[in-house]
């Protein structure tokens, strides 16, 4: 860990706990910082906030109160998911305080390398496929970021034998001032999260971001096949490492059935377990990531000659009575789902629904042609159900939830069928998480068996 002052008896207000805030917490503390922290919970009851008032940090909780800056505050560390609608981060911008998230402080204390990867779709699996192939190649890598390993806790054991490989949202970029990655990586841009950012303008910005401190000495691995990507890398200084499954680039690209890299056959496509076209966009970014730091074509191989796929996306569950079943609950938006049926060309029992963001579901339409039966659940099942009819779906049933969608799928099923749990909404209405509901999706399968 780079032994960095300039936090020593600053008054540093961290606003969120979850496990980001608390790991930040806790670093800021060892570096000396006056940390104040401040959760909307109550701190009767939340073991984590009673734990930081026992090592002397001051604890605020049971809202958002905007006393807290009749103090000084020097700086605010958030948590991502808290909007900048805020009161306490409006009047913190307000007073010209730095409003930073945790991939900030991880990036100031880390002696490795990073290589940070971001999108509106696939971050997990490239950022999975990259950490594999490093791996596999003896590179020392260290996966962490938006993907369940707190960025500040791993970089606190980074060296510079180790590279950082960070998966970043929309949120965290938005609060970098010096994050720098040696490689970054923009795989797509779809409207997602309007609901924080307001326009697609706004969010796409928040994902260039991670442009924003790079120089002519790192490298941008982007999409060439996505117009959006394309336009906001016109003017970076980062050296750019295209990838594209529809043409030939100076970068990762397809052809005459291999996966290339700078005129590289890499290996062939039929040696890929990992199923869907659009996991070949991903392929593409992790290997042009890996490449720039001479990764070997045989660990590239061996990582993609057996990966089958990160849990909840797209993730192949097993096989009963020669029904096939796929966990693709990480699908909490429209494009994620059109993704997930793309990847399959035989009869699939769709099961749908969860927290919608007041949109429609036309967009599913043409992807809809292989569904034979439509399984809904959740507060948005109408509206799936009338878009099913609209398809000319037949077979359509709505049940309670997750739990009772996979046997009632199974009986509507016959040998030969994809059951395919991809929502296209969010979880929240009858789950904590995807997560969750993915773990229950998996229950209920096993349970048939």
């Not at 999108?119 to 791996?135: A, C």
């Not at 938006?146 to 060296?159: D, M, R, T």
């Not at 569904?371 to 037949?394: C, H, M, N, P, R």
Request: proline content about 4%.
């Amino acid at each position: 860990m780079k032994p960095i002052n300039h936090y020593n008896q600053k008054n540093v207000l961290v606003l969120g706990l979850a496990k980001s805030g608390t790991a930040t917490a806790h670093l800021l503390h060892k570096l000396g910082a006056n940390v104040i922290v401040n959760d909307k919970s109550p701190i009767e009851g939340n073991e984590q906030a009673q734990s930081l008032q026992s090592m002397g940090m001051e604890v605020i909780g049971g809202g958002h109160p905007t006393n807290i800056f009749d103090k000084k505050i020097d700086v605010v560390f958030k948590n991502p998911g808290i909007p900048y609608s805020n009161p306490l981060i409006e009047l913190a911008r307000k007073k010209g305080i730095p409003v930073l998230t945790e991939v900030e402080l991880a990036y100031e204390i880390s002696e490795a390398p990073f290589i940070g990867i971001t999108g509106s779709n696939g971050k997990t699996t490239t950022t999975t496929l990259i950490d594999e192939m490093l791996s596999q190649g003896e590179k020392s890598p260290l996966i962490a970021g938006n993907i369940g390993n707190v960025s500040v806790e791993v970089a606190q054991e980074a060296s510079d034998d180790n590279i950082m490989v960070t998966e970043l949202s929309s949120f965290q970029l938005m609060g970098i001032e010096t994050f720098r990655p040696k490689v970054s990586v923009l795989l797509n841009i779809f409207e997602a999260h309007l609901d924080y950012h307001g326009t697609l303008d706004e969010y796409a910005k928040a994902k260039a971001r991670i442009f924003k401190n790079q120089t002519s000495e790192d490298f941008a691995v982007i999409n060439a096949d996505d117009e959006q990507v394309l336009k906001l890398a016109q003017d970076i200084k980062p050296v750019l490492v295209p990838f594209s499954t529809k043409s030939k680039v100076d970068g990762a690209y397809l052809e005459d059935g291999f996966v290339c890299f700078k005129e590289e056959k890499v290996m062939s496509i039929e040696e890929i377990v990992l199923p869907g076209k659009h996991n070949l966009e991903n392929i593409l970014a992790a290997v042009a990531a890996v490449k720039l730091f001479g990764t070997s074509n045989e660990a590239i191989k061996k990582v993609l000659s057996n990966f089958s796929g990160v849990k909840h996306r797209l993730q192949f569950i097993g096989e009963t009575e020669g029904r096939r079943f796929y966990n693709d609950s990480k699908a909490t938006n429209i494009l994620a789902t059109q993704k997930a049926l793309s990847a399959f060309d035989g009869n699939v029992i769709l099961l749908a629904g969860g927290l919608d963001r007041g949109n429609e579901f036309d967009d599913l339409l043409p992807y809809l042609a292989n569904v034979k039966v439509f399984v809904t659940f959740g507060e948005t099942a109408e509206k799936l159900k009338k878009t099913a009819s609209q398809a000319g779906i037949k077979q359509i049933k709505h049940v309670d939830n997750v739990e009772k969608a996979v046997p009632a799928a199974y009986e509507m099923s016959e040998s030969g069928d994809v059951i395919l749990l991809s929502p296209a909404c969010a979880s929240w209405d009858q789950y904590k998480t995807f997560e969750q509901r993915g773990d229950i999706f998996i229950e209920a399968v096993h349970k048939l068996k």
